[in-house]
C-alpha cells in the first residue's frame, strides 16, 4: 500500500488539495506536522539514525496494525511533539538525517483518489498515482519557497513504500 499522510500521518489537520502542477514551499516552523503525529520509520531511516549516534530506545516505538509491526518515532508525553522536534526553536534537530516521510511532508501520494475536488492521476514510473498537498501547512505556496515538482514528491513516494515493505522486525533487530 502506498498511502503517504493518509494514514501514514493520521491527523485530522491534513487538508488534502491535489498536487499536479508544481508550487512553492518554504518551511515556516510553526511545529504543527512535528506534534500529534504518527511519524513511520523505515528500516534505512532508523539505521540511519542508529548510526548517527541515536539510542533507538529513546527515539524508537512501534505498533501493531492490520497484523503488521509499524515502527514509528517517539513522542514527548507533555505535548506529542516528536523528541526530535526543538520546542524552543521549533526546528527539527535532525534536519539533514531526518526520516524520509518527513522529507515527503506537506506533500502526500496515495494510490487511490481522495476524492477531492479537482484531483487526478499521474503515471510515474509505470505506476498510477494521486498527489495532494496539505493546505493547512502555512509554507505552501509561499513566495520565497522553493519550487516543488509532483514528479520529485512521486519520486519519494515510491522510495518510501519500497523501503517500508523491506522494514520487518527482523531486519530491524539486525541494525540495532
Ligand atoms: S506545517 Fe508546514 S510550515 Fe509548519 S512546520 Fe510543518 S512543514 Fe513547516
Ligand atoms: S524527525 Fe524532524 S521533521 Fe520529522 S517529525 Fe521529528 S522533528 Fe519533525
Redesign the pocket.
Known amino acids: 500500500m502506498l498511502n503517504i499522510g493518509y494514514p501514514f500521518w493520521p491527523s485530522m489537520r491534513f487538508k488534502p488539495r491535489p498536487f499536479i502542477t508544481p508550487v512553492r514551499f518554504k518551511c515556516l516552523f510553526c511545529l504543527d506536522?512535528?506534534r500529534g503525529?504518527h511519524?513511520y520509520l523505515t528500516v534505512s531511516d532508523i539505521k540511519r539514525l542508529v548510526g548517527s549516534g541515536h539510542d533507538p530506545q529513546k527515539f524508537l516505538t512501534f505498533s501493531i496494525e492490520g497484523g503488521n509491526i509499524r515502527f514509528v518515532?517517539s513522542v514527548r508525553e507533555w505535548d506529542l511533539g516528536?523528541?526530535?522536534?526543538d520546542p524552543g526553536t521549533g526546528k527539527?534537530?535532525?534536519?539533514p538525517i531526518?526520516?524520509l516521510i518527513?522529507r515527503i511532508y506537506p506533500f502526500m501520494v496515495s494510490k487511490r483518489p481522495l476524492g477531492v475536488e479537482g484531483e487526478e492521476p499521474v503515471q510515474y514510473k509505470g505506476r498510477m498515482l494521486w498527489l495532494y498537498y496539505d493546505e493547512s501547512c502555512p509554507g505552501i505556496n509561499s513566495q520565497e519557497g522553493e519550487v516543488i515538482t509532483p514528479e520529485e514528491i512521486a519520486e519519494l513516494g515510491v522510495k518510501f513504500e519500497e523501503e517500508l515493505s523491506r522494514t520487518t522486525f527482523e531486519d530491524v533487530i539486525k541494525v540495532l
Open positions: 506536522c512535528c503525529r511519524v518515532l516528536c523528541i526530535f522536534h527539527c534537530t535532525i534536519h531526518r526520516p518527513c
